[in-house]
């Protein structure tokens, strides 16, 4: 049994797999804050609830884009898991090189999609994580993470706008029947909406002008769904990314020792 926490700037991920399957998923709002303690109690009721417990676990993979986190993250695992994690970024053999100026600086997150996508989808690819912020990482067809693009997440721009301009409401983002708005709130959501995809297509057709190759598009993150549909310039939405690349490094390492 292992327990994979996948934790980025908003949400943090829960997931079990049982060997063979992903089994369970939890959602929490990211707390820098959250000591072990408070974790442990909010994990062992939802376990719980799915027939589970926390002393049933022999292993815990944690990938974190917020260091203040990763201690009380690895302190869980200590105190009421019983093992001892596997922390991405830590002395981990990700079995994938990183060819960037600075590897270091390459996000967990970054990384761990690099593999999930490899392992799934052959040849170069462009792989796109839409959250907090949006990523466009290139991986090779050998499965190195070769650099990629940062832009602002469509919620961040959201929120900036309502924030920033004293008369514009705080509205949802959804998908607009019309580019042209006939009021404040249809003109935002298509403007964020209708931004965003022009801004996925803009830089998905700028990398493959300058990669020279053909380039697989996968798309993952919390909210990529919104974009199904919406344009063809993405290949493949894959909401498993991120896990299925944790569970893979796992498994590296655990083979490696």
């Excluded at 060819?99 to 040849?123: C, F, T, W």
Aim: with cysteine.
């Amino acid at each position: 049994m292992l327990l994979a926490i996948e934790q980025g700037n908003t949400n943090t991920l829960f997931a079990v797999h049982d060997g063979e399957r992903w089994t369970a998923q939890w959602r929490a709002g990211t707390d820098s804050t959250r000591t072990a303690d408070e974790y442990a109690v909010w994990l062992s009721q939802l376990l719980a609830m799915a027939g589970l417990s926390l002393n049933q676990f022999d292993g815990c993979i944690v990938s974190s884009v917020v260091p203040q986190s990763i201690f009380n993250l690895r302190n869980l695992a200590r105190r009421y898991l019983h093992v001892e994690p596997l922390v991405v970024g830590d002395n981990v053999d990700l079995g994938i090189p990183v060819r960037i100026q600075k590897p270091s600086e390459a996000g967990a997150d970054r990384l761990v999609n690099a593999i999930g996508a490899h392992v799934v989808y052959p040849g170069d690819l462009i792989v796109i994580d839409s959250g907090t912020a949006t990523t466009f990482d290139i991986i090779a067809a050998d499965g190195g993470f070769e650099g990629g693009v940062i832009a602002p997440g469509i919620n961040l721009s959201m929120e900036a706008l309502h924030q920033a301009a004293a008369k514009l409401p705080r509205v949802a983002i959804q998908k607009p029947q019309r580019v042209v708005g006939t009021d404040t709130v249809g003109a935002m959501q298509s403007g964020v909406f209708w931004g965003y995809i022009a801004l996925i297509e803009g830089l998905i057709a700028r990398i493959k002008a300058e990669h020279h190759k053909p380039l697989t598009v996968v798309a993952t993150g919390g909210v990529a769904s919104l974009f199904h549909g919406a344009t063809t310039s993405i290949d493949h939405f894959d909401p498993d990314l991120t896990i299925r690349g944790m569970l893979e490094i796992w498994r590296r390492n655990k083979k490696a020792g």
